[in-house]
C-alpha cells in the first residue's frame, strides 16, 4: 500500500498534556502536507486549530479523555463547546465503571446524549479495549451500532495497551456495518498500518506515521 493511501485514513495526533500552540501548528501543517484524514489535539485548542487549519484538514478533539468517568452533562457540554469551536470530529471515551457494573443501557443513553449534542458531526466511541473482557468487547459493539455513533475506536492510547490485530478483527466482526472502526495507540509502523487496514479499520490514531514518512523522505 502507498504512503498516501495510508495517510489518508490517519487521525495526526498530539494529545500530551505538555503540548504547546507550536507543537499544535506543526500537526496541522503535517495533516494538510500529508494528506491526513484529521489531527487530532487537545479541546483547548481547537478554535486556534480550526482557525489556523482553514478547512484544509478536519479538527478532532477528544471529550472525557482518557478516562471516561465525566458525567454525561460534562461531555456533552464538551462535545457542543467543541463543535461550536470549529471541531470536525468528537472522540469520547465510555464510562468504563459502568461498563464492569453491567449498565449497558445508560451507557447506550450517554453515547446517544454526545452524539445528540455532536449534531452532524462525526462521533468516535473509546472503548479502551485492554482493559475488557471479550464479552465486554463484543456488548460494547451491540451498544456502540445501536447508539447512532459513526466509529468504535480500540484505545485512548493512555492505558495499559493499545490497538491490536485480535481487537480490531472483533470489532469489525460484531459492530453494524454502518460503524466503522478506528484502531488508536501502538501503531508504529507501515505494517501495522496496512494489517489494521486490512482487517477493516477505517482510521488509525496515531502520531507516529507521519514521522516514518517524513524519514522515507516523502
Request: proline residues 2%; charged residues 25%.
Given at each position: 500500500?502507498?504512503?498516501?493511501?495510508?495517510?489518508?485514513?490517519?487521525?495526526h495526533?498530539?494529545?500530551?498534556q505538555?503540548?504547546?500552540?507550536?507543537?499544535?501548528?506543526?500537526?496541522?501543517?503535517?495533516?494538510?502536507?500529508?494528506?491526513?484524514?484529521?489531527?487530532?489535539?487537545?479541546?483547548?485548542?481547537?478554535?486556534?486549530?480550526?482557525?489556523y487549519?482553514?478547512?484544509?484538514v478536519?479538527?478532532?478533539?477528544v471529550?472525557?479523555?482518557?478516562?471516561?468517568?465525566?458525567?454525561?452533562?460534562?461531555?456533552?457540554?464538551?462535545?457542543?463547546?467543541?463543535?461550536?469551536?470549529?471541531?470536525?470530529?468528537?472522540?469520547?471515551?465510555?464510562?468504563?465503571?459502568?461498563?464492569?457494573?453491567?449498565?449497558?443501557?445508560?451507557?447506550?443513553?450517554?453515547?446517544?446524549?454526545?452524539?445528540?449534542?455532536?449534531?452532524?458531526?462525526?462521533?468516535?466511541?473509546?472503548?479502551?479495549?485492554?482493559?475488557?473482557?471479550?464479552?465486554?468487547?463484543?456488548?460494547?459493539?451491540r451498544?456502540?451500532?445501536?447508539?447512532?455513533?459513526?466509529?468504535?475506536?480500540?484505545?485512548?492510547?493512555?492505558?495499559?495497551?493499545?490497538?491490536?490485530?485480535?481487537?480490531?478483527?472483533?470489532?469489525?466482526?460484531?459492530?453494524?456495518?454502518?460503524?466503522?472502526?478506528?484502531?488508536?495507540?501502538?501503531?508504529?509502523?507501515?505494517?501495522?498500518?496496512?494489517?489494521?487496514?486490512?482487517?477493516?479499520?477505517?482510521?488509525?490514531?496515531?502520531?507516529?506515521?507521519?514521522?516514518?514518512?517524513?524519514?522515507?523522505?516523502?
Amino acid at each position: 500500500m502507498e504512503w498516501n493511501q495510508i495517510l489518508s485514513h490517519v487521525d495526526h495526533t498530539l494529545l500530551k498534556q505538555e503540548a504547546r500552540w507550536e507543537d499544535i501548528q506543526k500537526i496541522v501543517e503535517e495533516g494538510i502536507h500529508y494528506g491526513c484524514a484529521s489531527v487530532c489535539i487537545p479541546p483547548s485548542y481547537v478554535k486556534q486549530a480550526a482557525e489556523y487549519a482553514q478547512g484544509k484538514v478536519k479538527v478532532c478533539t477528544v471529550i472525557g479523555f482518557p478516562n471516561g468517568y465525566n458525567t454525561t452533562a460534562a461531555k456533552c457540554f464538551e462535545a457542543r463547546n467543541a463543535v461550536d469551536s470549529g471541531a470536525d470530529e468528537i472522540d469520547m471515551v465510555v464510562n468504563l465503571g459502568w461498563v464492569k457494573d453491567g449498565l449497558y443501557g445508560q451507557v447506550l443513553e450517554e453515547i446517544r446524549s454526545v452524539k445528540f449534542s455532536c449534531g452532524e458531526h462525526v462521533l468516535k466511541v473509546i472503548i479502551e479495549t485492554c482493559l475488557l473482557t471479550q464479552e465486554e468487547k463484543e456488548r460494547l459493539c451491540r451498544v456502540v451500532s445501536e447508539s447512532g455513533a459513526d466509529y468504535i475506536k480500540t484505545s485512548t492510547g493512555f492505558s495499559t495497551g493499545g490497538a491490536t490485530r485480535e481487537d480490531v478483527a472483533l470489532l469489525r466482526e460484531h459492530t453494524a456495518p454502518q460503524v466503522k472502526v478506528k484502531a488508536a495507540g501502538g501503531i508504529s509502523s507501515k505494517e501495522d498500518a496496512e494489517d489494521f487496514l486490512a482487517l477493516g479499520a477505517d482510521r488509525l490514531g496515531t502520531s507516529r506515521l507521519v514521522k516514518l514518512a517524513q524519514k522515507e523522505g516523502l
